[in-house]
C-alpha cells in the first residue's frame, strides 16, 4: 500500500478541490495507507487535520461498494471526548502518482487537529518526562476508553502509540491536566485494503511497555517502584494479554482493571504493613535500624512511655542521645506520620503535627566524601537536597493521610497546592499528564 501513496509535496499549500477555504499548511506525518497534514479552514478559522488515502487503499465490494465509508465512521458511536473523531469526508480528483506517469483520486478525511505530538514521538523526545504519574494517568484515560468500546461494541484495529496523541492545552487550560492524551484513527485500518487489523488489547499491552522502558526506575520512589513491577507483572503479563476470560477475572474488562489501578495507592500501603518482620528469638536484631520498615514489630516491641514521646513532642529542641542500637531512631520513627498511619493511630482527631522521619544516613550516602569545595555557591548543593528529599516524603505523608481521611476535600484543592509548589519551587514544570499532583511533584524532586 505504501507504494500507492503520491507525492507528499504535492498537496502542500493547495486547497482541496470540493472545500476552496481549506489549505493544506504542512505534512505531519505518512503511514501506511496515507498522509496526514495540518490544513486551515477559512471559514471555520481553525486548523484542521487532513488524513489523504488514494481510493485503491480502501476497501471495496466485489460490486465497487464504498464499504470503507462505514468503518471510517465507527468511531461516532462513541461519545468519549479522547477520541478525535472524522468530520467530514471528501474526494480530491486528479492526484498525479508518485512517479507523475498516472492519475488517481483520493479521499481526505477531516478531523479535529490536535495541538500536540504522538505519543510515540513524546517517548523519544522527553523519555526524561515519562514518571509513573504519566503512565497510570494515561492507562486510567485508556481504560476509560476501551470501557465505552466494549459497551458499543466498537474497536480500533490499530491502535499503537502513533495513534495515541498527547495534547498541549497549557495556553489555555487552567483547572485540568496540561495534557490530555487523544486517540485518532478509529476505523481506518479496517477500512483500508491492507489485512493489518490487530488486537486493541494486545496493543494496549505493547503500549504500556512501551512507557515502562522509558520509566527511569532507579529515580523512582518505593511506592512508585511498587507501582511499576505491578503493572509490569499483573497488567503487561497477565491481563491485557489474556484471551480466555475463564483464566483471569481482569482479562478484558476494562472496569475491573480500572479499579485494579486506582487501587495501587491502597495495595501498597497494605503490602507494607503485611511485610512487617517476624522474631524467631529476641535476639533477632541487634539494633533497631536492622528492623527496618516493620511498624507492627516496632510498635510490639516498644512502650511510648518508654520511649519519652512526650518530652520530644514538646515545644523545646531536644537532643537524644545514646549508644548504638539504644532506640534513638524508634524514638523518631515512632513520631512520623507514616508510621501513626500504618499502626492505626493517625485518626485526624489525634493528630497534632506532621511529624517526618529523616535518616542521616540518607545525606551521608548521597555526598559519600564531601568536603568543603571551592566555590561558595557550591555550599548549597547538601541544603537543596535535603530541602528536596524532605519536601518529597511530605508531601506522601500529607497525600497517604489525606486521602484516606479527607478524600473529597484533597481532591478538590491539589490541583492547586501542586501549581503553588512548582511556582515557589520554581523549576521547570514537567511537560505530562496530571502534573498538577503531588505525585508529579515527587517525582520531579526525587
Same mark, same amino acid.
Given at each position: 500500500?505504501?507504494?500507492?501513496?503520491?507525492?507528499?509535496?504535492?498537496?502542500?499549500g493547495?486547497?482541496?478541490?470540493?472545500r476552496?477555504?481549506?489549505?493544506?499548511?504542512n505534512l505531519i506525518?505518512?503511514?501506511?495507507?496515507? @498522509?496526514?497534514y495540518?490544513?486551515?479552514s477559512?471559514t471555520l478559522?481553525k486548523?484542521?487535520?487532513?488524513?489523504v488515502?488514494?481510493?485503491?487503499?480502501l476497501? @471495496?465490494?466485489?460490486?465497487g461498494?464504498?464499504?470503507?465509508?462505514a468503518?471510517?465512521?465507527?468511531?461516532?458511536?462513541?461519545?468519549?471526548?479522547?477520541?478525535?473523531?472524522f468530520?467530514?469526508?471528501?474526494?480530491?480528483?486528479?492526484?498525479?502518482?508518485?512517479d507523475?506517469?498516472?492519475?488517481?483520486?483520493?479521499?481526505?478525511?477531516?478531523?479535529?487537529?490536535?495541538?500536540g505530538?504522538?505519543?510515540?514521538?513524546?517517548?523519544?523526545?522527553?523519555?526524561?518526562?515519562?514518571?509513573?504519574?504519566?503512565?497510570?494517568d494515561?492507562?486510567?484515560t485508556?481504560?476509560?476508553?476501551?470501557?465505552?468500546?466494549?459497551?458499543?461494541?466498537?474497536v480500533?484495529?490499530?491502535?499503537?502509540?502513533? +495513534?495515541?496523541?498527547?495534547?498541549?492545552?497549557?495556553?489555555?487550560?487552567?483547572l485540568?491536566p496540561?495534557?490530555?492524551?487523544?486517540?485518532?484513527?478509529?476505523?481506518?485500518?479496517?477500512?483500508?485494503?491492507?489485512?493489518?487489523?490487530?488486537?486493541?488489547?494486545?496493543?494496549?499491552a505493547d503500549?504500556l511497555?512501551?512507557?515502562?522502558r522509558?520509566v +527511569?526506575?532507579?529515580?523512582?520512589?518505593?511506592?512508585d517502584?511498587f507501582?511499576? +513491577?505491578?503493572?509490569? @507483572?499483573?497488567?503487561?503479563e497477565? @491481563?491485557?494479554v489474556?484471551?480466555?476470560?475463564?483464566?483471569?477475572?481482569?482479562?478484558?474488562?476494562?472496569?475491573a482493571?480500572?479499579?485494579?489501578?486506582?487501587?495501587?495507592?491502597?495495595?501498597?500501603?497494605?503490602?507494607?504493613?503485611q511485610?512487617?518482620?517476624?522474631?524467631?528469638?529476641?535476639f533477632?536484631?541487634?539494633?533497631?535500624?536492622?528492623?527496618?520498615?516493620?511498624?507492627?514489630?516496632?510498635?510490639?516491641l516498644?512502650s511510648?512511655?518508654?520511649?519519652?514521646l512526650?518530652?520530644?513532642?514538646?515545644?523545646?529542641?531536644?537532643?537524644?542521645?545514646?549508644?548504638?542500637?539504644c532506640?534513638?531512631?524508634?524514638?523518631f520513627?515512632?513520631?512520623?506520620?507514616?508510621q501513626?498511619?500504618?499502626?492505626?493511630?493517625?485518626?485526624?482527631?489525634?493528630?497534632?503535627?506532621?511529624?517526618?522521619?529523616?535518616?542521616c544516613?540518607?545525606?551521608?550516602?548521597?555526598?559519600?566524601?564531601?568536603?568543603?569545595?571551592?566555590?561558595?555557591?557550591?555550599f548549597?548543593?547538601?541544603?537543596h537536597?535535603?530541602?528536596?528529599?524532605?519536601?518529597?516524603?511530605?508531601?506522601?505523608?500529607?497525600e497517604?493521610?489525606?486521602?484516606?481521611?479527607?478524600?473529597?476535600?484533597?481532591?478538590r484543592?491539589?490541583?492547586?497546592?501542586?501549581?503553588?509548589?512548582?511556582?515557589?519551587?520554581g523549576?521547570?514544570v514537567?511537560?505530562?499528564p496530571?502534573?498538577a499532583?503531588?505525585?508529579?511533584?515527587?517525582?520531579?524532586? +526525587?
Amino acid at each position: 500500500m505504501r507504494q500507492n501513496l503520491p507525492d507528499p509535496s504535492f498537496f502542500t499549500g493547495r486547497t482541496i478541490p470540493s472545500r476552496t477555504d481549506v489549505t493544506i499548511i504542512n505534512l505531519i506525518d505518512s503511514g501506511t495507507d496515507g @498522509h496526514v497534514y495540518r490544513a486551515r479552514s477559512e471559514t471555520l478559522r481553525k486548523d484542521i487535520a487532513c488524513k489523504v488515502i488514494p481510493r485503491s487503499n480502501l476497501q @471495496h465490494g466485489p460490486n465497487g461498494e464504498e464499504l470503507w465509508r462505514a468503518e471510517v465512521h465507527k468511531a461516532d458511536a462513541l461519545r468519549s471526548n479522547t477520541v478525535v473523531k472524522f468530520e467530514d469526508i471528501l474526494e480530491w480528483p486528479d492526484v498525479p502518482t508518485k512517479d507523475g506517469a498516472e492519475r488517481m483520486t483520493c479521499i481526505v478525511l477531516i478531523s479535529e487537529f490536535v495541538e500536540g505530538r504522538s505519543l510515540r514521538k513524546f517517548i523519544q523526545e522527553f523519555p526524561e518526562e515519562i514518571s509513573m504519574s504519566f503512565v497510570v494517568d494515561w492507562m486510567a484515560t485508556m481504560l476509560n476508553l476501551f470501557n465505552e468500546m466494549l459497551i458499543r461494541s466498537v474497536v480500533h484495529g490499530d491502535l499503537h502509540s502513533g +495513534n495515541v496523541l498527547v495534547e498541549d492545552r497549557s495556553s489555555y487550560e487552567l483547572l485540568g491536566p496540561r495534557f490530555v492524551f487523544r486517540v485518532t484513527d478509529f476505523g481506518v485500518a479496517e477500512a483500508t485494503s491492507e489485512p493489518r487489523f490487530k488486537d486493541d488489547y494486545l496493543q494496549l499491552a505493547d503500549t504500556l511497555a512501551q512507557l515502562l522502558r522509558a520509566v +527511569n526506575f532507579q529515580a523512582c520512589s518505593p511506592r512508585d517502584k511498587f507501582g511499576f +513491577n505491578f503493572l509490569r @507483572h499483573n497488567f503487561v503479563e497477565r @491481563h491485557l494479554v489474556e484471551t480466555d476470560l475463564t483464566l483471569d477475572p481482569f482479562a478484558r474488562r476494562p472496569r475491573a482493571l480500572l479499579r485494579r489501578l486506582q487501587e495501587l495507592d491502597s495495595d501498597f500501603e497494605r503490602t507494607a504493613t503485611q511485610q512487617s518482620a517476624q522474631l524467631v528469638t529476641p535476639f533477632d536484631f541487634q539494633s533497631c535500624e536492622q528492623i527496618g520498615e516493620a511498624p507492627a514489630l516496632l510498635r510490639a516491641l516498644y512502650s511510648n512511655q518508654f520511649l519519652g514521646l512526650a518530652e520530644i513532642e514538646s515545644q523545646n529542641n531536644l537532643v537524644v542521645t545514646g549508644p548504638r542500637g539504644c532506640g534513638k531512631t524508634t524514638v523518631f520513627r515512632s513520631l512520623s506520620l507514616d508510621q501513626k498511619m500504618r499502626v492505626g493511630e493517625a485518626n485526624p482527631e489525634a493528630v497534632k503535627y506532621v511529624g517526618i522521619y529523616y535518616r542521616c544516613d540518607d545525606l551521608y550516602f548521597a555526598f559519600p566524601r564531601y568536603s568543603a569545595p571551592a566555590r561558595a555557591e557550591l555550599f548549597d548543593v547538601p541544603l537543596h537536597f535535603v530541602i528536596s528529599t524532605l519536601l518529597a516524603r511530605l508531601l506522601e505523608s500529607l497525600e497517604n493521610w489525606s486521602r484516606k481521611n479527607f478524600a473529597e476535600e484533597f481532591n478538590r484543592v491539589e490541583s492547586k497546592a501542586a501549581q503553588a509548589l512548582w511556582s515557589t519551587l520554581g523549576i521547570n514544570v514537567p511537560q505530562v499528564p496530571g502534573y498538577a499532583t503531588f505525585k508529579t511533584v515527587v517525582a520531579r524532586l +526525587n
